[in-house]
């Protein structure tokens, strides 16, 4: 059973224009948030995150909005440049249960072309 | 600071075999992990540590073994390698605070293959 879930496997934007990858998840439990994005051969690196007593975090480029009800967030990458062509995985946590266990959708490959 | 290596990169393994798939972090983080991820899926977590001598068990620890004798090393002991093994496995780490979730800093991962 998949708590999070990134329905989209592949995602193809040009340059300049908006990114949006979705991530739905549902466990209601689930209070904190986080964005990796996973370039070939490497690990994956930290991007952004969200708690869930916020519905909107931003940094630079990227934007993360939640929305409790409907447990759904996405990230918004604006402008998209060839270099944020990668795989995106949404991440999830129980924090205020002590849990420091992250459970992660199946990831999102972005391309941004030229 | 290197943060998380690991070590071997690759690894090619006879069914039955064993081997340790080594992890260390220089950042003094208390808490350690280790995820697999298997073609077209997510990281699932196998075992993870949240401090020197204390262990415990992920969604997926079937297989596998850990220790923490140390706060800088995890390694991750498969013994007895079945095909079902073959995957990449990551090491992280983070600080480590209790009642929240703080960034975790993974390693460059191993490509495991059990023939």
């Known amino acids: 059973d998949q708590q999070v879930k990134q329905n989209s496997p592949s995602l193809s934007v040009q340059e300049g224009r908006i990114s949006i990858l979705n991530c739905d998840y549902t466990n209601s439990m689930f209070d904190y948030f986080l964005w990796y994005k996973k370039y070939p051969a490497e690990g994956p690196t930290f991007l952004i995150s969200?708690?869930?007593?916020?519905d909107k975090n931003e940094d630079g480029r990227f934007t993360v909005f939640l929305n409790k009800s409907a447990k759904h967030l996405s990230l918004h990458i604006v402008p998209s440049q060839p270099g944020d062509s990668a795989v995106y995985f949404c991440?999830?946590?129980?924090?205020?249960?002590?849990?420091?266990?992250?459970?992660f959708g199946k990831g999102t490959k972005l391309t941004v072309n030229p | 600071n290197a943060g998380v290596t690991q070590t071997p990169k690759f690894r090619i393994l006879k069914i039955g075999q064993s081997m340790t798939l080594q992890c260390a972090q220089d950042m003094n983080h208390n808490y350690m992990y280790w995820y697999r991820q298997d073609p077209g899926m997510g990281l699932k977590l196998i075992y993870y540590?949240?401090?020197?001598?204390?262990?415990d068990k992920g969604e997926v620890p079937n297989g596998y073994n850990v220790s923490r004798s140390t706060t800088e090393d995890f390694p991750l002991r498969l013994e007895l390698a079945a095909p079902s093994q073959t995957s990449v496995y990551f090491c992280?780490?983070?600080?480590?605070?209790?009642?929240?979730?703080?960034?975790?800093?993974f390693g460059p991962g191993t490509r495991l293959t059990v023939l």
């Open positions: 991440a999830a946590s129980e924090a205020q249960g002590g849990s420091e266990k992250l459970v």
């Open positions: 969200i708690s869930s007593i916020k």
């Open positions: 540590s949240v401090g020197a001598g204390i262990t």
């Open positions: 992280a780490s983070s600080y480590g605070l209790a009642g929240h979730t703080d960034t975790q800093y």
